[in-house]
Nanobody
Framework: QVQLVESGGGLVQPGGSLRLSCAASGSLFNIYAMGWYRQAPGNLRELVATISSGGNTHYVDSVKGRFTISRDNAKNTVYLQMNSLKPEDTAVYYC???????????????WGQGTQVTVSS
């Protein structure tokens, strides 16, 4: 069974840094786009950053210059380096990936379980 497992969340002071990781496991044929979303209490889930299989990246304006998304295709892992964190970055962060389990199956979206990031003094 294909799944995404996240790690790296926690409590950090404003201006601090955290690095989130998300590893895909199970029977996989290919991983296409990967990304990170976040959801703060009372808000809708929003896109934070995406990265294509070729390494092209996209960021929401509020994190540009502070967050960096990257991936290690050999490890089936996507990362989110978060610097200069602000209280408004506080949210549950979810990993997302488009993956195909076999060579003949269409890719579908998978979500991680979420990891809490809290930015507070």
């Amino acid at each position: 069974q294909v799944q995404l497992v996240e790690s790296g969340g926690g409590l950090v002071q404003p201006g601090g840094s955290l690095r989130l990781s998300c590893a895909a496991s199970g029977s996989l044929f290919n991983i296409y786009a990967m990304g990170w979303y976040r959801q703060a209490p009372g808000n809708l889930r929003e896109l934070v950053a995406t990265i294509s299989s070729g390494g092209n990246t996209h960021y929401v304006d509020s994190v540009k210059g502070r967050f960096t998304i990257s991936r290690d295709n050999a490890k089936n892992t996507v990362y989110l380096q978060m610097n200069s964190l602000k209280p408004e970055d506080t949210a549950v962060y979810y990993c997302y990936a488009e993956m195909a389990a076999t060579s003949y199956s269409d890719p579908r979206g998978y979500w991680g379980q979420g990891t809490q990031v809290t930015v507070s003094s």
